[in-house]
């Protein structure tokens, strides 16, 4: 994402059709017509937005174009139905078109507690899903914002951009400066500014069009390199495209972010509960592709936990299929388990069970870490 212009407020385009009110004699009729079905808006204001499932913003934030532009937002995502124009592949794409979880330009998504502290935050569980085109010249950009401060407007100082597929002679901004290892996959890494903001870009080798990962994965790289600090804060995370030449039909079906915090603030909506020392206890049953696992996590504290989740990262090839005793989310990757209405204490010396069917490629291997409310444990 580029930073806009000016803030703009949100709002949606919807088609709204004439009510006629025909005469005839004593007898008056008022015939209507339905709009577009429920969750469907139609987006083709410069910087117009609408919120999806209560708590994500979809955007159509088009500002490097006079041309027009439309988003279609879907009850999961949206798909970009219309992208005029082109703009030079040696400079800025033309917009971002995109769906987050945090504030941008003052426009916060439902319910966001982001701003958050870097230090204070567990695991960041994501995933997207997204539909590609081959007539057109974009980038699908995964975007992460930094500040130093809980900023909610302007330009934030960090951005980080990973790069799940590039079509086209484009490239990230400035210039290669090494390789690494992100959420068990190898990315090229640029570094750079664009004028306002600097800019670190993970790209990807070849297309991926469906991942969940855990954000702090590649925030903790971005603080290794000296462009980000633990007492920043994640503004916002972002997933969309930058399109320099069409783009109609490129799609985000997908998308879902969550930040889990080891902090206890009140009112805050990302807490998962009360930090304590625990152990955890992870047995599992494996046969040729899938999986059962039982988790037994016992608090080694002096005081209840009221509220739980517990954090790990599942290796790559495994998935969720179902759980009981605790919600999981997502399916693979970094994921979070979250207590039931009838589980959510665990006494000093006591503990609570959950577990889940998976799937799984290649060899079986057991997650190695664990943290509950944000604390990490002790794995038996």
């Known amino acids: 994402m580029r930073p806009l212009p000016l803030p703009h407020c949100a709002r949606s385009v919807r088609t709204a059709l004439m009510t006629m009110l025909v005469a005839l004699a004593s007898l008056a009729a008022l015939v209507t017509t339905a709009g577009p079905a429920q969750a469907d808006t139609l987006i083709c204001d ?3 937005s609408t919120t999806i499932q209560g708590r994500y913003v979809v955007q159509n934030n088009r500002w490097g174009t006079s041309a027009t532009q439309c988003v279609n937002a879907t009850a999961t995502g949206f798909e970009l139905t219309r992208a005029d124009g082109s703009v030079p592949t040696n400079g800025a794409p033309k917009s971002y078109p995109s769906i987050y979880n945090g504030c941008h330009y003052t426009n916060c998504s439902p319910g966001t507690n982001l701003p958050k502290q870097v230090s204070t935050i567990s695991s960041a ?5 997204y539909g590609y085109v081959s007539n057109a010249v974009y980038n699908a950009s995964y975007d992460i914002w930094l500040d130093p401060t809980p900023k909610t407007d302007g330009v934030s100082r960090t ?9 086209g002679p484009i490239q990230p901004i400035g210039s290669k400066t090494g390789t690494a290892s992100v959420g068990g996959r190898t990315w090229d890494v640029w570094t750079g500014s664009n004028g306002s903001n600097d800019v670190i870009s993970f790209i990807a080798p070849s297309a991926i069009a469906s991942w969940s990962f855990d954000v702090m994965d590649f925030v903790d790289q971005t603080v290794a390199r000296g462009m980000a600090q633990p007492s920043w804060y994640i503004t916002s995370v972002q997933a969309g495209f930058e399109p320099w030449q069409n783009g109609a039909g490129l799609r985000v079906d997908s998308f879902s972010s969550t930040i889990n915090s080891g902090s206890t603030d009140p009112g805050d909506p990302g807490d998962p509960g009360t930090p304590a020392a625990c152990k955890v206890t992870y047995a599992t049953n494996v046969w040729p592709g899938g999986f059962t696992a039982n ?8 005081a ?14 495994q998935s969720v299929t179902n759980a009981w005793n605790a919600t999981i989310a997502p399916s693979s990757g970094a994921v ?3 207590n039931t209405s009838s589980n959510a204490q665990i ?14 490629t290649g060899t079986f291997t057991k997650p190695t870490q664990f943290s509950l409310n944000g604390t990490a444990c002790t794995v038996v």
């Open 125 to 129: 569980p994501s995933s997207i899903s």
């Open 159 to 167: 951005e980080i951009m990973i790069w799940f597929n590039r079509v």
């Open 347 to 360: 006494a000093p010396n006591g503990s609570q069970s959950f577990g889940f069917q998976g799937t799984y």
């Open 304 to 317: 209840p936990v009221n509220g739980w989740k517990v954090a790990f990262t599942l290796p790559s090839g």
């Open 295 to 302: 988790v037994s996590v016992a608090n080694t504290g002096s």
């Open 46 to 48: 410069q910087f117009g």
């Open 336 to 338: 979070t388990a979250s």
